[in-house]
Nanobody, 123 residues
Framework: EVQLVESGGGMVQPGGSLRLSCAAS????????MSWVRQAPGKELEWVSS???????YSADSVKGRFTISRDNAKNTLYLQMNSLKIEDTAVYYC?????????????????RGQGTQVTVSS
């Protein structure tokens, strides 16, 4: 059974940082492309970043230069380092299997997700 457990969210002020983690099990993590997506209240699911099994990374323009996706295959864990957070980054963040390179392909990331972790950026 695929399990994805996100953690690390919280409330921060604009300009702050957070590091999200996603513990994965039930599949061969090291061979699997992974992504972070997010959803704010009343908005559609938004792609954030993807990382391939060989660690090639892609990020949405809205987070490029501020967010960094990475993975630790020994720990079966996916990470998202978020710096220079903005109010518009407020959302529930999810990890999921798969890789896309633009928002237009978001339907390809409709597979299993965890419960998500809430990130709130507020002054």
């Amino acid at each position: 059974e695929v399990q994805l457990v996100e953690s690390g969210g919280g409330m921060v002020q604009p300009g702050g940082s957070l590091r999200l983690s996603c513990a994965a099990s039930g599949f061969t993590f090291s061979l699997t492309d992974m992504s972070w997506v997010r959803q704010a209240p009343g908005k559609e699911l938004e792609w954030v970043s993807s990382i391939s099994a060989i660690r090639t990374t892609y990020s949405a323009d809205s987070v490029k230069g501020r967010f960094t996706i990475s993975r630790d295959n020994a720990k079966n864990t996916l990470y998202l380092q978020m710096n220079s957070l903005k109010i518009e980054d407020t959302a529930v963040y999810y990890c999921t299997r798969g890789l896309i390179t633009n928002q237009g392909r978001i339907a390809a990331l409709s597979g299993a997700r965890g419960q998500g972790t809430q990130v709130t950026v507020s002054s």
